[in-house]
């Protein structure tokens, strides 16, 4: 019996998926259309009736990741009232979701990091900053509550929460595994915020 041919959406996502696992293991100029098509067990030929290019790719598994990551990360700030609880969830949920995804940083850091206006970027930078504007909030509510020190300087903060994150997730990958970012992520993050509260 033939195979059933699989829906374009569904392509889709497994090219994303593809392009995050293999960001793991290649640099970012190693992500190319034949890779990628071999990493799924695609020709060539099969994989550009989903897209129009290699930046096509890119950009849709930049997509995949801002989609999961920041549900991800709404649910968590959801759950917990207290500012202080919810920014430590946050940032538990970013560390668990690059664990298991350790290509994330590398091909977000990739994106940012090259020249020209292209949509996988305005993607990365899109997210970095939706990112920001989840984080901005619960630093602010902190301040305010007396939960953390009123002289935080709340967009610094948001910016070091979130490349320390990215920093442990690149160490792992150096590493060769995520045994390291799991045992050391969230004793990291706690010195983190433990800076962040107010002395007594």
Do not use: C, N
């Not at 889709?12 to 640099?27: G, H, K, M, N």
């Not at 994330?104 to 994106?111: A, M, T, V």
């Not at 995520?178 to 983190?192: N, T």
Request: glycine share 8%; aromatic share 4%.
């Amino acid at each position: 019996m033939p195979a059933v041919p699989m829906p374009s959406d569904q392509r889709r996502q497994r090219a994303a998926e593809s392009v995050v696992a293999l960001a793991a293991e290649r640099a970012h100029s190693q992500l190319t259309a034949a890779a990628i098509a071999g990493h799924m067990g695609l020709s060539h030929t099969a994989l550009f009736k989903h897209f129009a290019s290699r930046d096509a790719m890119l950009a849709a598994a930049i997509d995949w990741i801002g989609e999961r990551l920041l549900a991800r990360i709404d649910l968590a700030i959801s759950q917990h009232p207290d500012p202080a609880d919810a920014l430590e969830a946050v940032l538990l949920t970013h560390l668990h979701f690059v664990a298991k995804h350790p290509g994330i940083p590398k091909l977000l850091g990739g994106e940012l990091q090259r020249g020209g206006d292209r949509p996988a970027k305005r993607l990365a930078i899109a997210l970095q900053a939706s990112y920001h504007a989840r984080l901005r909030p619960l630093l602010e509510r902190g301040k305010t509550s007396g939960r953390f020190h009123p002289e935080l300087d709340v967009a610094a903060a948001a910016v070091t929460f979130t490349g320390v994150v990215d920093a442990l997730a690149l160490q792992s990958g150096l590493a060769g595994g995520s045994d390291r970012i799991r045992l050391q992520g969230p004793g990291v993050i706690s010195i983190l915020l433990r800076g962040l509260r107010r002395s007594p």
